[in-house]
């Protein structure tokens, strides 16, 4: 026997044990999956974020501009400070709006894609809810502040179909108007939820994927009218995926700062003072007690949710 086969004998004695071992436990193979991702998870996500939660409970010296690493509440006291507590307010009751707008759109969408589209046509619904999201996040939103502006498409339609002065109507109201589409809530509206809307569409359709067509056939059959099928059986066994898509696109909204700024408004919203106050004011703090909102409103939002039954059908 030459010496390599006698150098690779204890290895292949080490490597069966090992395999032995391994099939005999399978919980510690599972351990040893978990592990690297875990880390990664609680050093650099969890880690990240207690950091930046920790600093939330600093201040920042008035006369000198110094950050002062001492414990005090001060900093999520200046959250309610009225025009802090426009921003929260602002940001929430949009983020609200288009969750609410876009769970009526996508729902019906969901519906025909879960229970009436096949083939091609199934396909060709994923393809359109999809190849938006294949391109950049900043070209839509560059290009829906094209269409909005006041020479855009919509400007030049309503001129065509003389409809400008309705235009010009909707412009003038107080808190939504503005001097175009482009620079008005409803511009910033009309782009969230265009930007949003595959993440509420795509997991409606995969509840309603789920729901069985006999339990449909049964409530028929027990006499049940389609509105009341509807509240009964497909809308609770549809709940889970409308609680998914709810939160992520209203927690997408409260976050998002790109879409506020490049649609140009002089009243901030979360993102946007987190990005200001971290960086051009340097108050680290304060841009931390901000970060906070969203995470204690979506921690709300679950437990709401939690408590209403939204992840009974999981």
């Known amino acids: 026997m030459s010496a390599l086969a006698l150098g690779q004998a204890p290895r292949r004695g080490l490597l069966h044990r090992l395999s032995n071992l391994l099939h005999r436990r399978p919980g510690l193979v599972l351990l040893l999956c978990l592990t690297p991702p875990l880390l990664w998870l ?18 920042v010296d008035e006369f ?10 001060d900093t999520f006291a200046q959250l309610f400070h009225p025009a802090n507590l426009d921003v929260i307010i602002r940001t929430v009751v949009m983020a609200a709006l288009v969750t609410v707008a876009a769970g009526c759109i996508a729902f019906p969408i969901a519906y025909y894609m879960a229970r ?9 619904l994923y ?3 999809m190849m938006p ?8 939103v560059y290009a829906w502040k094209l269409i909005l502006a006041k020479e855009g498409v919509i400007g030049w339609g309503a001129e065509q179909l003389g409809l400008e002065g309705a235009l010009n109507w909707v412009l003038s109201l107080p808190l939504i108007g503005g001097a175009s589409l482009s620079t008005s809530y409803i511009g910033i509206f009309v782009v969230f939820l265009y930007i949003w809307m595959p993440f509420m569409i795509l997991p409606i359709q995969a509840a309603l994927e789920r729901v069985p067509r006999s339990l449909l056939d049964a409530s028929a059959d027990l006499g049940a009218r ?20 709810s939160i992520f696109t209203f927690s997408l909204t409260l976050g998002d700062y790109i879409i506020p700024y490049i649609f140009g408004q002089s009243k901030f919203f979360i993102g946007q003072v ?6 051009t004011a340097g108050n680290i703090p304060l841009a931390a007690a901000f970060t906070v909102v969203p995470i204690v409103i979506m921690g709300l939002y679950l437990w709401l949710a939690k408590r209403a039954g ?3 059908a999981l």
């Open 226 to 245: 389609p509105g009341k099928t509807f509240r009964t059986v497909i809308l609770p066994l549809a709940l889970p995926g409308v609680a998914a898509g």
């Open 133 to 140: 999201l294949w391109s950049s996040y900043l070209v839509r």
């Open 127 to 129: 393809l359109l809810i």
């Open 274 to 279: 987190v990005y200001l106050q971290q960086g």
């Open 310 to 312: 939204a992840f009974d």
């Open 64 to 73: 000198s501009g110094v950050v002062k690493r001492e414990f005090t509440l």
């Open 116 to 124: 009436y589209a096949q083939g091609r046509t199934k396909a060709l």
């Open 42 to 59: 609680g050093v650099i996500y969890l880690g990240s974020l207690f950091t930046l939660l920790l600093q939330a409970f600093w201040s």
